[in-house]
């Protein structure tokens, strides 16, 4: 599904597609994913975007960006080279990398427009992304396909625009962070070798033999859909809401003292899991949850190398009656939310991983489900692809049940957290009449709310 582009008049002119392959021989080889990796709820195209100002480095004055990155591209897939190639399904439906060499899809554009012209819409989701990610067709497969798709789309003012979309199968956002930082480095010193060498081992997070489950894992839960809870509806409203200073200082007023040092993420995602649960109106007896992806990357016993670049997720999940969510203070649904947090450790992984395995890669229930992925620790805004750091750097489209929090900067330039949420109309209404209760009215200010709206039909 792709955003309405008639929110602000520019056009695009396309060159077309290419495929950028390794610049030098690579092994032919098949290599096998991990039980992570071969998830159903990651067998999706995700796609995150960059917005650079041709003022950031002089030095680069006269250069071409889409000449830059493509030669660097295809000096960092030599390191990367299963990007080039394409998933094939093997025994049992798992998937496996051939590493065919045969390249990633590559697009060079130019818009008739100026960052300063864009800048009050660069936000997720983006809402012309379809013109500055150009979906080629027969490109959006799982199996078959190419594993990444690039559009390097260059402005009239001299600054450019960096857009991405991978098949998440391959890698998480850290890894994919890993592998841009890797053109980044090649651009415009031509690096030799990356400052961390990729590590495949996909090995480090497979099922144990045999699988056993020693934790209470609510992912796969039998949910019965008796109202709408799965957020399905013939169009959803995408919105995205900044939070700044002001508005978290208003949400730590919410809370008791001994917990206002809580991190914004988990004080955010407890505010916007109770405010929409009420705008959802359920039935005081109903179960609600609220699930977010960790990385075991870093979590202890879970020893992944620096240069490891495969999914390392685990969607963890905490459980509430509605109306117990509903009724009590703030600090209720941030213990539950905490809670998450504190039970995550090795085994907990591992029981994950193996649930993975006997579930046979069911798909995680989303019923009644307020799915979060955190991409704020995810450096994005740090990749500096020879012309200085982005203006922003994150997510770029919308996924219906999964939001996302990104650094932001609001209009005075302080830093905040942006979040995307999908709602049907109805409830996001009602959903934003209690966030606005939570953190004041600041969130209608210009300065602290992005507002674009953009309306999804049913694929």
Not at 31 to 53: G, T, W
Not at 324 to 339: I, M, S
Not at 382 to 406: C, H, Q, R, T
Request: aromatic share 10%; charged share 25%.
């Amino acid at each position: 599904m792709a955003p309405s582009s008639s929110l602000l008049p520019f056009a695009v002119r396309r060159k077309d597609p290419e495929l950028v392959v390794p610049a030098k021989p690579i092994p032919y080889d098949q290599k096998q994913l991990s039980d992570v990796d071969n998830q159903e709820a990651l067998r999706y195209q995700i796609s995150f975007i960059m917005f650079y100002d041709s003022n950031s480095n002089p030095c680069m004055e006269g250069e071409d960006p889409v000449k830059s990155i493509r030669a660097a591209l295809a000096e960092a897939l030599v390191f990367y080279y299963p990007f080039a190639g394409r998933l094939k399904e093997g025994p049992d439906g798992k998937l496996l990398v051939d590493c065919t060499g045969e390249g990633v899809l590559f697009i060079e554009a130019d818009a008739d427009t100026t960052l300063e012209l864009l800048e009050d819409t660069i936000q997720p989701p983006v809402p012309y992304l379809d013109r500055l990610l150009y979906e080629v067709p027969g490109s959006t497969g799982i199996v078959g396909c190419p594993l990444l798709l690039i559009q390097v789309t260059r402005l009239m003012c001299g600054g450019f625009v960096f857009a991405i979309r991978w098949n998440h199968t391959i890698a998480d956002a850290v890894g994919m962070f890993k592998f841009l930082n890797t053109v980044a480095e090649m651009v415009p010193s031509g690096a030799a070798k990356p400052s961390f060498l990729p590590v495949w081992q996909r090995e480090l997070l497979t099922a144990r033999d045999p699988p056993r489950v020693t934790y209470e894992h609510h992912e796969f839960d039998e949910v019965d859909d008796t109202d709408y809870g799965t957020v399905d509806d013939d169009s959803i409203v995408h919105k995205s809401f900044l939070f700044g200073p002001k508005e978290m200082s208003s949400l730590r007023d919410l809370l008791p003292p001994h917990l206002r040092s809580s991190s914004s993420f988990l004080v955010l995602s407890a505010c916007l899991w109770k405010c929409r649960t009420i705008a959802m109106q359920l039935e005081p007896d109903e179960i609600v949850r609220v699930s977010y992806m960790v990385s075991a990357g870093g979590k202890e016993g879970i020893k992944l190398p620096a240069g490891y670049y495969g999914n390392a997720v685990t969607f963890p999940v905490a459980l509430s009656k509605a109306g117990l969510l509903c009724k009590n203070p703030l600090e209720y649904g941030l213990d539950l939310v905490k809670e998450i947090k504190n039970r995550l450790n090795e085994e907990y992984i591992r029981s994950a991983i193996d649930l993975f395995v006997i579930k046979g890669r069911k798909q995680y229930r989303t019923v009644r489900d307020f799915v979060i992925a955190d991409t704020t620790r995810v450096p994005f805004g740090d990749i500096d692809l020879g012309w200085g750091k982005p203006v922003y750097g994150g997510p770029a489209g919308a996924i219906k049940d999964v939001s996302f929090f990104a650094k932001f900067k609001n209009g005075k330039g302080e830093d905040g957290i942006v979040v995307q949420v999908s709602l049907p109309w109805q409830i996001m209404e009602r959903f934003q009449k209690e966030l606005v209760k939570m953190v004041g009215d600041s969130l209608n200010d210009q300065h602290y709310r992005i507002a674009t709206e953009i309306t999804y039909s049913k694929l």
